[in-house]
């Protein structure tokens, strides 16, 4: 309830932020002459908020800046600039630089010739933001405009000699205006194969071949935690009883023949594999990777698995129990009995599936989540594989020797309390999905801080339980705590332990697939975290071009789990580090970023029309065109022109490497100056 009313608090004074009008502005067109107009931005400010200059530092604060999306029938001249407006410049502590603003008032101007008065059209927007002296808080202006022919002062005279044909003029672009996450979206020139900065290179990138490319370790990794999933799934209170039980079933068929009851258990265990393994199939053909993909990172698909798992934690908790239909499963039970041969061992095995749904389903819809944003096509598949195998395993030997049953603990206290340790773990894991749905969608509810503190909290209450210190409803009583239990107890306490130190910004290597990104985080003091100088790629290779910088492509997502791992464990490293933010100009593309683009583009892709409404849409694009991938992380190393200057780079934490891969890319890039010069 208190979080519900912090959170009604929270929602309330953002609106009310929003509500004010700190800045009034006016926006229109003036004949200068000549056949020229200016674009004329006033605003009124408020006392005690300032706004920004055009040009601040990289890392200051969102600049004003002008994008003209559209032009036709003019071109520009000039730059956009303030006109009759005081500058004042002071010291901000929070960015830590000087910066340059405004106060009472700001006049911004950008001029235009115009050529074609009846084929006239000006489109775009302008952006800036107004901040209080008093309390720091900040508020975004976006001011889209729209001119046509009609819109032209009716005293515009166009000047005699000047060439009736319409003109197109692409956004201008600084450097500065596009270090900061809002700026991604101020100038979006349609990527056309006729832009050389998005002509393709696939060929080109083939002939030196690929790096660090980890993708058959990646579909074995993929086994590998499908796997584990099945093993956790064999101890859960929904499994676990349903082993002796099954093989007694299986026995009681072949009492007379030893072989034939070795047969159906191979039989039964196969059986199992193929009807996860269909399911994994079955979503890859229906969705394929690619889509699965964008589902992940869908705000109401990961807020579903957000609510769906803070369910079943409390249902693992005790508060009440979740069980399907018994019609359904007494149907599948019944068919099993009435049916012989494979038919009747398969119903058997879709009946596991069924009971068993209270405590897979959490661990299946993760994997397939997971497995999803790894960019392997049969992921899902060979996730499920992996589950399935070592769920069969058991009933398959336990069916072979029967004996084994004996041995085996029987039902009991236990099985509640590895009810109550999943709820734990699925309560942390809630927390995944919202912070991905939180960061994708730039809602600022679930920073590193906050995630950082509640997964402490419960993993510093998973040991307390675990000792024995706290109790839920269906617990056993137990004077004791077993040598197993202490053992989880102190992994439990020191891994809450060992999260605190990232309240302070410490990396926490991990769980960084987990939690939210760094910059996220409002307080920290680690400074060996690498941060991309852009977010945009036509303004990353501007900057580049200008100061004739080879560039590195980072294509990343917020919930790309091995991008996490890759900066956590190979950007840390001290000549990495070093490269990246000084011999190269890095550019990160966050390839689920769910901000809405200021306009539809629309592509051509595989002779469908493709409409990019999104940034990550923008990114995911151009990842897909220009270099014919669609995995992520995946690193490509360019001039300024857009040309591949060394090999691609996947997933891959071997350290000398990555070294050599940027070595190799600055080998080249010094080769191709040198030939210029000659």
């Known amino acids: 309830m208190k979080r519900l009313l912090l959170l009604i608090i929270s929602l309330i004074t953002i609106i009310g932020a929003y509500s004010q009008e700190p800045a009034k502005w006016t926006i229109k067109l003036e004949d200068k002459g000549n056949g020229e107009i200016e674009l004329v931005t006033n605003f009124k400010i408020d ?19 002008l994008s003209v999306d559209k032009l036709k029938g003019a071109t520009k001249v000039g730059t956009f600039k303030p006109v009759n407006s005081k500058l004042k ?15 009472g008032q700001a006049t911004f101007v950008q001029r235009f010739k115009v050529t074609d008065k009846a084929a006239f059209v000006l489109e775009g927007d302008l952006r800036s933001q107004v901040c209080s002296e008093v309390d720091g808080q900040c508020i975004p202006i976006k001011i889209d405009y729209s001119y046509t022919a ?3 002062p009716a005293t515009l005279v166009v000047a005699t000699g000047e060439t009736d044909k319409p003109t197109e003029e692409k956004p201008e672009i600084n450097a500065s205006d596009s270090i900061s996450t809002d700026s991604l979206s101020q100038a979006v020139p349609a990527p056309v194969a006729a832009n050389d900065l998005w002509a393709p290179v696939v060929d080109e990138l083939k002939a030196y071949g690929a790096a660090g490319d980890l993708s058959q ?3 074995l990794g993929i086994l590998f ?13 929904c499994v676990w009883p349903i082993i002796p039980m099954t093989v007694s079933f299986f026995l009681k068929r072949n009492k007379k023949s030893k072989a034939k009851a070795v047969k159906d258990a191979l039989t039964y265990g196969i059986a199992i594999i193929i009807i996860y393994l269909t399911l994994g199939l079955l979503i890859t053909l229906l969705f394929g990777a690619s889509a699965l993909n ?9 807020l579903f698995l957000f609510a769906l798992l803070i369910v079943f934690a409390a249902s693992f908790f005790g508060a009440f129990e979740i069980v399907l239909p018994s019609s359904w499963t007494n149907k599948i039970d019944s068919k099993a009995d009435s049916t012989t041969g494979f038919i009747s061992i398969f119903f058997m095995a879709f009946t596991l599936a069924l009971v068993s749904f209270s405590c897979t389903g959490p661990i299946i819809g993760t994997l397939l989540v997971e497995t999803a944003t790894s960019g392997e096509i049969l992921g899902p598949a060979i996730g499920m594989f992996g589950f399935a195998l070592a769920l069969s395993i058991p009933f398959t030997l336990f069916a072979i020797f029967p004996s084994w049953l004996n041995n085996m603990p029987k039902s009991g206290g236990w099985l509640n309390s590895v009810k109550v340790v999943l709820g734990f773990l699925e309560l942390a894991l809630a927390l995944k999905f919202l912070s991905v749905a939180d960061m994708t969608n730039k809602w600022g509810i679930l ?5 950082l503190v509640l997964w402490i909290v419960i993993f510093a209450l998973l040991g307390i339980y675990l000792l024995g210190k706290l109790r839920f409803p269906h617990d056993s009583e137990s004077n004791h705590v077993g040598v197993f239990r202490l053992f989880l107890a102190i992994i439990s306490l020191s891994f809450a332990v060992y999260m605190v130190p990232g309240l302070w910004g410490a990396p926490l290597r991990a769980i960084s697939a987990f939690a939210p990104l760094p910059k996220t985080q409002d307080f920290n003091l680690y400074e060996g975290a690498v941060h991309a100088k852009f977010e945009d790629y036509e303004s990353g290779m501007e900057y580049a071009r200008k100061n004739n910088k080879p560039v590195m492509i980072d294509f990343s997502g917020y919930g790309c789990v091995n991008c996490r791992d890759m900066e956590t464990s190979v950007w840390i490293n001290p000549t990495v580090k070093h490269m990246l933010e000084n011999e190269y100009v890095l550019i990160t593309l966050m390839v689920d970023d769910k901000e809405s683009l200021p306009q539809t583009i629309e592509v051509q892709e595989n002779g469908k029309t493709t409409k990019l409404k999104t940034i990550g849409d923008k990114w995911s694009y151009l990842q897909r065109h220009k270099f014919g991938t669609n995995s992520q992380p995946y690193y490509v190393l360019l001039s300024p022109e857009g040309k591949p200057i060394g090999p691609s780079y996947a997933y891959n934490t071997d350290v000398e490497k990555y070294i050599q891969f940027l070595n190799t890319g600055l080998d080249n890039f010094k080769k191709i ?6």
């Open 225 to 237: 935690w499908g796997f584990i999933g099945g093993l956790i799934a064999l101890v859960t209170p």
């Open 89 to 103: 410049k002071s010291y901000d502590e929070i960015f830590q630089m000087q910066v340059g603003y405004y106060e």
């Open 294 to 302: 964008d589902l992940s990172t869908n705000k109401i698909f990961n």
């Open 673 to 678: 100056k040198d030939l210029k010069t000659e």
């Open 47 to 65: 006392p005690t908020w300032h706004l920004y200059d055009i040009h601040i530092p990289e890392g200051g604060p969102m600049p004003t800046s």
């Open 217 to 219: 370790e990646s579909l």
């Open 447 to 451: 920073d590193r801080e906050v995630f």
């Open 150 to 152: 009609k819109d032209l």
